[in-house]
């Protein structure tokens, strides 16, 4: 499991060595599917571009890599991203049943970073100075509003912060 953080900035590099970019951000449909990733293209004046995921070739903890050397295409005004445009980043999180679960801080994908599984939320500053940020892990995509984002989550909130600690633990060894 590898958090947004850690993804965005990472450079694309195409399959024969030249340079595609960086990732800037993320890309999710209102469904809260996710799409791919924001691309800030080369030169001092990158124009911002959508990597979709599905052009993804492998996902590396250095990099990404695509096949083709021009696999980027315009984003769409539909789309939301992390923080950019229609951002997701500081945008209230809610449980189906109504249950306030936060303020979305980050996302984390599962390993070959197709899937969005869990979501790290924010309940204040001194909340996640003293308690840490709870996390929840989904069995499916988020619902987007304009107003929050819904999850259906399948956790406890003490019993993820454990798993992601030790998950990240494990993979830094």
């Known amino acids: 499991m590898r958090g947004s953080a850690n993804v965005i900035g990472l450079p ?91 303020i979305l801080d980050q996302v984390y994908f599962s390993d070959d970073l197709g899937n969005i599984v869990a979501y790290e939320c924010s309940d204040g500053f001194f909340a996640d100075v003293t308690e840490g940020k709870p996390v929840y892990t989904t069995s499916g995509p988020a619902n987007i509003t304009g107003d929050a984002i819904v999850l259906e989550p399948t956790n406890e909130r003490e019993g993820v912060r454990n798993e992601v600690s030790q998950l990240w633990e494990e993979g830094h060894r």
């Open 12 to 102: 694309i590099v195409a399959s024969d060595g030249t340079s595609v970019g960086t990732v800037c951000d993320l890309v999710f449909f209102e469904t809260g599917e996710f799409f791919g990733f924001l691309v800030k293209g080369k030169g001092l004046f990158g124009r911002k571009m959508v990597l979709p995921y599905a052009t993804l070739d492998s996902a590396g903890m250095d990099c990404l890599v695509v096949s083709q050397t021009d696999p980027l295409i315009k984003l769409e005004a539909s789309t939301f991203t992390l923080t950019h445009q229609h951002k997701l980043q500081g945008k209230r999180v809610v449980s189906q049943n109504g249950e306030a679960l936060g």
